[in-house]
């Protein structure tokens, strides 16, 4: 397993400067800024509650719009995630939380098999339209599930979250950061009972090739990666699927006849009688 599971990432936009530094193996220091008051307290409870010490400095475009700070901010967090994890060997892979915040309650799950992946859903029609301000710059609702997918994609993992219910735009962000970060938290730990790589061989290993796999968010087939038009790698052939004949009217009591000798109508008449 790797020893040394820190990383420090930074990156520099028309828009955004940001700098993450993050490690796994913390105490839930954090110091988060972004200039995104709501945004900063959801990070923060990310960091302490998967136990992670984590570092975000962030200055972005916000007198225009929060959109690209929260993006980008997500975009370095799942890059850091992603370097800190080194080769994934030894750690429990999955993790998954149910995180209940007053009247809401929200579940995530969590596989970090290097193939990215995110399901999120649940939350109710309002938070499309929600935000979340007071006299500061806003956070939309809206953005919960673009956060978590840029996550995922970014950290290569494979991220469920669920909303099962709940009222308050507030709770249900909450918990699901909160969420999220707790089955991080088991997912990333050390099992001393595992030596090796929790993952399929094809996953482990880049030069095995063959069944699907995710690469750059598209499946690729075959043992090459390469898929034809069709969807079959090279050198496989389509299987060919025998279709029924459907038979005339005639042709059905003609075959009919033939078994019976006669009619169907007439052998029904006799057999009646």
């Known amino acids: 397993m790797t020893t040394n599971r820190r990383a420090r990432i930074e990156r520099t936009t028309k828009e955004c400067d940001i700098v993450v530094e993050v490690d796994l193996d913390g105490t839930g220091q954090v110091d988060v800024d972004t200039g995104i008051p709501f945004y900063d307290h959801m990070l923060t409870a990310l960091g302490s509650h998967a136990s992670f010490d984590l570092t975000v400095r962030a200055k972005g475009d916000v007198e ?25 060997t030894g750690i429990r892979r999955f993790g998954d939380a149910f995180v209940p915040m007053d009247e809401a309650l929200a579940h995530a799950a969590v596989d970090v098999s290097g193939r990215p ?16 301000a007071g006299n500061t710059v806003p956070y939309h609702t809206v ?53 090796g790589c929790r993952r399929p061989k094809a996953a482990c290993d880049p030069k095995v090739g063959g069944g699907p796999r995710l690469r750059l968010g598209k499946p690729a087939f075959g043992a090459a990666g390469a898929r034809t038009r069709r ?22 009591r003609g075959r009919v006849r033939g078994l019976y000798g006669r009619s169907s109508k007439s052998q029904w008449r006799q057999a009646d009688r």
Do not use: W
């Open 64 to 88: 225009i719009e929060a959109h690209h700070t929260i993006e980008d901010t997500a975009i370095v967090l799942g890059q850091a995630l992603g370097q800190a994890l080194g080769d994934k």
């Open 117 to 132: 992946y995110c399901v999120h859903t649940g939350e109710p029609d309002h938070l499309r339209h929600f935000t979340i």
């Open 143 to 195: 953005v919960n599930r673009h956060v978590f997918e840029t996550l995922a994609m970014n950290a290569r993992i494979a991220l469920h979250v669920r909303i099962l219910y709940g009222r308050d735009p507030h709770h249900i962000t909450e918990a699901q950061y909160k969420a999220v970060a707790r089955a991080l938290r088991q997912a990333v730990e050390p099992d001393p009972r595992v030596s």
């Open 231 to 252: 969807g079959f790698g090279e050198g496989e052939r389509r299987p060919r699927r025998r279709r029924a004949r459907r038979r005339s009217g005639r042709a059905r």
